[in-house]
T-cell receptor, first 111, second 112 residues
């Protein structure tokens, strides 16, 4: 069965620490990959996307992600987090039109 | 510009009642999607429209769930004879062809 797996359910870190969230998927063929973020009380927002080309993609707010085809991975990174990065982060794969989401990672950044 | 608009933002109803949830997509977006977000189940795909037709209804959990889209714009998700397990946040998203989806704020549905 096709699936999207996020490695951590909860992450707590201090401001200025580096963040890396893991995402693995099990789809064959061409996929489009996304990271979405949901800040408290807000709707899902697109952080970044990978369709093709350079496997290192940069998104908003200093986030980046690397697509490694051989590992079926699309990990999200930010070198130095801020308190405002507290949110839930979702990895998603688009296949046959629809998005399949990972379970999400709740990230809490402490001052 | 205007984003995806969903109404109502909150709905509380008694078990067994029917509910209708509305989604106004971003103007010009041909694709429209419904998802459900609930504790323990995460974000689940329900149904996808391209124009007024629904090429993928595979996520609808039962025949109590139906959706339609008219004029290539507004969509309504209907749940008949609601059950407590239907309690969730129902999210609508829209997109142009082959572009990322933009999400609305969702409708929080609570079944008493």
């Amino acid at each position: 069965a096709q699936s999207v797996s996020q490695h951590n359910h909860h992450v707590i870190l201090s401001e200025a620490a580096s963040l890396e969230l893991g995402c693995n998927y099990s789809y064959g063929g061409t996929v489009n990959l996304f990271w979405y973020v949901q800040y408290p009380g807000q709707h899902l927002q697109l952080l970044l996307k990978y369709f093709s080309g350079d496997p290192l993609v940069k998104g908003i707010k200093g986030f980046e992600a690397e697509f490694i085809k051989s590992k079926f991975s699309f990990n999200l990174r930010k070198p130095s987090v801020q308190w405002s990065d507290t949110a839930e982060y979702f990895c998603a794969v688009k296949s046959w039109g629809k998005l399949q989401f990972g379970a999400g990672t709740q990230v809490v950044v402490t001052p | 510009g205007a984003g995806v608009s969903q109404s109502p933002s909150n709905k509380v109803t008694e078990k067994g009642k029917d509910v209708e949830l509305r989604c106004d997509p971003i103007s010009g977006h041909t694709a429209l999607y419904w998802y459900r977000q609930s504790l323990g189940q995460g974000l689940e795909f329900l149904i996808y429209f391209q124009g007024n037709s629904a090429p993928d209804k595979s996520g609808l959990p039962s025949d109590r769930f139906s959706a339609e889209r008219t004029g290539g714009s507004v969509s309504t998700l209907t749940i008949q004879r609601t059950q407590q397990e239907d309690s969730a946040v129902y999210l609508c998203a829209s997109s142009p062809p082959d572009q990322p989806q933009h999400f609305g704020d969702g409708t929080r549905l609570s079944i008493l």
